[in-house]
């Protein structure tokens, strides 16, 4: 009977135990589902590309951004694996495991070239581990230079406007002072006297012809 009894205790302990390690793990796996959401929903919402693989280079999940980019279903009918085919892994998604990122850093490259389906890509790419769904992923951002680079031809194009355009600015501007100095000689300097009166008959310019001739200076007689 006591043998019975304590059968009994042991076999509810046992059950006990697996029972609340049966709960923990839900609980953890539950928690690492919510976490993957999360993370998920802020990636969806960024303005970059975003792959989510494993150690082994197979891509757990893609935003819509990068499918775009890549020309790639956000939902594979068969598992991706982003060194498989030439054009998807010239991208160089192997530095990930190979090249250790320097202190807290991550790993940043360039990519121009061909990508799959023939897209004309022109990349920066980065490379951050993180945890999804409770194992160690390689978070890929690919952020989009073409339209980048389109902005800096344009601004340059814009520049070199702006510069010939000061130019013209500067060339006309000279070109005016010269005029300027050209009339001024031309009215001190012509064969007769000239005097210009504001409406209280005050001098208000007068040449230097008939300064001579009156044996003045011109602050002698302006405003007079």
């Keep these: 009977m006591l043998f019975r ?3 009994a205790v042991t076999l509810l302990s046992v059950l006990v135990f697996f029972g609340t390690r049966v709960a923990t793990l839900r609980r953890r ?3 690492h589902i919510d976490e993957a959401k999360r993370l998920e929903a802020m990636l969806q919402a960024s303005s970059v590309g975003a792959i989510l693989s494993n150690a082994s280079g ?3 999940w893609l935003n819509s951004k990068a499918a775009d980019l890549l ?3 956000p939902s594979q009918d068969k598992p991706l694996t982003l060194t498989s085919g030439k054009e998807l892994s010239a991208l160089g998604w192997q530095r990930a495991w ?3 990122a320097s202190g807290q850093e ?3 490259w360039d990519f121009q070239g061909e990508g799959p389906k023939g897209r004309g890509l022109d990349l920066q790419i980065t490379a951050s581990p993180v945890v999804y769904q409770g194992t160690r992923h390689w978070l890929f951002e690919l952020l989009d230079l073409t ?3 389109e902005r800096e031809k344009e601004l340059a194009a814009v520049s070199l406007v702006a510069q010939r355009h000061l130019k013209e600015a500067q060339d006309a501007r000279q070109i ?3 005029v300027s100095v050209d009339l001024q000689d031309l009215y001190d300097n012509a064969p007769c006297g000239y005097h210009s009166l504001d409406s209280f008959g005050r001098v208000v310019s007068i040449n230097a012809v008939e300064l001579k001739w009156l044996g003045k200076t011109k602050d002698q007689v302006l405003l007079q």
């Design 5 to 7: 009894s304590l059968t």
């Design 29 to 31: 796996d539950l928690a």
């Design 58 to 60: 197979q891509v757990s």
């Design 71 to 73: 020309g790639l279903a």
């Design 98 to 100: 190979t090249e250790p």
């Design 106 to 108: 991550p790993l940043r």
């Design 147 to 149: 339209e980048l680079h």
């Design 176 to 178: 005016v002072e010269k």
